[in-house]
């Protein structure tokens, strides 16, 4: 990957993280235990349907994972190395 490369993806991840509630539901999921989006939500201090929205910007940014389906859908933290 070059440098171009790794600059689009650091400002895209940048971008997924920039906003209060979606850096507030990927603190809560640092853990490695997995939430709903509901629980999400109430951490982020949104509504569910917002949260969703935050989720759906989030998928694709960083190496989440989820399971199931709907409000059944469980969350795990993006992996962040050390």
């Known amino acids: 990957m070059d440098a171009e490369q790794n600059d689009g993806a650091a400002a895209g991840i940048a971008a997924a993280i920039g906003e209060p509630a979606r850096a507030r ?5 640092m853990d490695n235990h997995a939430r709903t989006s509901t629980e999400l939500a109430v951490v982020a201090e949104v509504s569910p349907s917002t949260a969703s929205v935050h989720l759906n910007r989030l998928k694709g940014r960083g190496p989440g994972e989820s399971a199931g389906a709907g409000q059944a859908s469980l969350l795990t933290a993006w992996k962040v190395p050390r």
């Open 25 to 29: 539901m990927l603190y809560c999921l």
